[in-house]
């Protein structure tokens, strides 16, 4: 019977390597560095098996996909990566899935420039929990709550592709295969292999008023960040970058799930007006004076939206 | 129906203050401030319902001691506190168990000096996570591997308390009420609220080659210590400090539990011969050239200890 530190050893030992790093698996605890000046952000997520991910779900998109989320969280505050812990609850010893689920973890802590450098592994229901660290200059961190009133709002990447590869994942696509073929590589990929916008950390660090990842849609996010701000939004429906993937499946479809489709892992950005918007990012609202939610040709009451939830 | 961050503000916003924290429970991250020229000291602890703790324990205990648990962690490294996070994976909304859980968390969160930053609420099978962070000055930093032979043995505190704790908890105490007497406050105290050892890090920089914390027991943790450090381990049964309350309940069974119980969090500390021990510590035995463990008088192979074991 192969106990856990031989798990770890074989399966979870290799990805802890980084500049970061001065101790990694194997002592009571792990330590990193920061660069001078820089402050620790932290966050943590958790992913139960049948909630979060299928069952049948590769166990290698599983574990990249727990990591990409909750380092999405590190980019949305604009931190750089540092490193991360996984707490894994496993109902039992499977080899091949460990094999699979740690390639996963590999690929996502070489790919994010996370090392893996500590955890722990338990015996229960299929559980996964990864907290990730960052650092972000003092001062520099961007909060959700710092968007004023004329600000625009901002998006990196396209929206609803990750909602349409569920639907797609699901069986729920129609099947019109000549004019709306499905570029599944595509999908798996948004939706297994989500991109952490790291490469937007420091235009966020000079530019951005505030910022929040889209874990839960773009609706959801962007009023939970006006909330924060105490003012309004308004997002105008015909500018949501659509992936032509995405589009493909129709357009009001596709732009209902760029609004509540959840799981793109973009970021959604406030910014002064006066910003030049680089190539990659697109103008998709403006956060207004009185507080409440506009999307002209939506009826966001009917996606359950008919006022300021309260949720933050 | 409650929803998860009103669950969040209700039960656990109210622990996160600290002078180290920048921002705490409500945004995409939290951020900590390490003092200047400091490390980041990090570690995860898992602990599953009816695995780590008995299903019908208070959940006001099952909260303090899951976090004392992992913070023993930081102790072990000579790491200060600095903020935790807190992955929750609850099979349903118990608000009853939420306000009494809630209290154990912040009862640690106060105890130990450890803000609750942030985390994460999931619906799943009763599993909890937490993620402690801490800090040491660069080069501080103790490690399970620095002892070398010729070092002296330390432990805090008493040791065999849990165990008997654990014994007491499960019924398996002989009912001998007049002349052993139980008490149960003093268990329960040390099974459910460990007292990691802050309080000797300062002097852990100072004095100690390595250190460990006694979660598996003596003999398991102790041999982690030397195996590590590439050297042999002499303990001397006899010099074990034990609590009266443990040690009413017979010289050989206390021993027993001393060198084989786990959860006590005190901590196993290599120093060299020099050093002056100070009250509250006891030499329990000696690191060696040849690389075995020898426990004079005590059967170790009985207790599974008959070669290292390569675990550590």
Redesign the interface.
Same mark, same amino acid.
């Given at each position: 019977m192969i106990?856990e530190?031989q798990i770890i050893q074989r399966y979870f030992s290799a990805f802890g390597r980084g500049d970061s790093v001065?101790?990694g698996i194997? =002592?009571?605890? *792990?330590?990193?560095?920061?660069p001078?000046g820089h402050? #620790?952000?932290?966050?943590?997520?958790?992913?139960?098996a049948g909630?979060?991910f299928f069952p049948d779900a590769l166990p290698e998109d599983v574990g990249y996909r727990v990591i990409a989320a909750a380092a999405? =969280?590190?980019a *949305?505050?604009a931190?750089a990566p540092?490193?991360m812990? #996984?707490?894994l609850?496993l109902p039992e010893v499977d080899e091949l899935w460990l094999h699979s689920f740690s390639q996963g973890v590999g690929d996502a802590a070489t790919a994010l420039k996370l090392p893996l450098?500590?955890?722990?592994l338990?015996?229960?229901?299929l559980?996964i929990?990864v907290?990730?660290?960052?650092s972000?200059p003092?001062q520099s961190?961007v909060?959700?709550?710092g968007a004023v009133a004329g600000d625009l709002l901002v998006v990196t990447g396209t929206l609803g592709d990750a909602a349409c590869a569920l639907a797609m994942l699901e069986g729920q696509l129609p099947d019109r295969s000549n004019c709306r073929e499905i570029d599944e590589a595509f999908f798996n990929t948004r939706f297994y292999r989500p991109s952490p916008r790291f490469e937007w950390i420091d235009w966020l660090r000079e530019h951005a008023h505030a910022?929040?990842?889209i874990s839960d849609g773009l609706l959801m996010d962007a009023t939970r960040m006006a909330e924060?701000s105490g003012v309004g939004l308004r997002i105008n429906p015909e500018a949501l970058p659509l992936s032509p993937n995405t589009h493909r499946q129709g357009e009001q479809q596709a732009i209902e799930w760029a609004l509540t489709g959840g799981d793109d892992y973009e970021l959604a950005i406030a910014v002064p007006p006066t910003c030049d918007i680089p190539q990659g990012m697109t103008v998709v609202g403006e956060f207004t004076v009185t507080t409440e939610l506009q999307c002209p040709g939506v009826d966001v009451s009917q996606l359950g939206f008919d006022h300021f939830s309260g949720?933050?």
């Open positions: 106990s530190s001065t101790l194997g =002592d009571d605890a *792990a330590a990193l560095r920061l001078p402050e #620790l952000v932290v966050s943590t997520d958790t992913q139960v909630r979060h999405s =969280d590190l *949305a505050m931190g540092v490193g812990t #996984l707490a609850t450098v500590g955890g722990d338990t015996r229960g229901p559980t929990s907290t990730v660290m960052g972000v003092a961190l909060c959700r709550d910022c929040i990842d924060a949720e933050n």
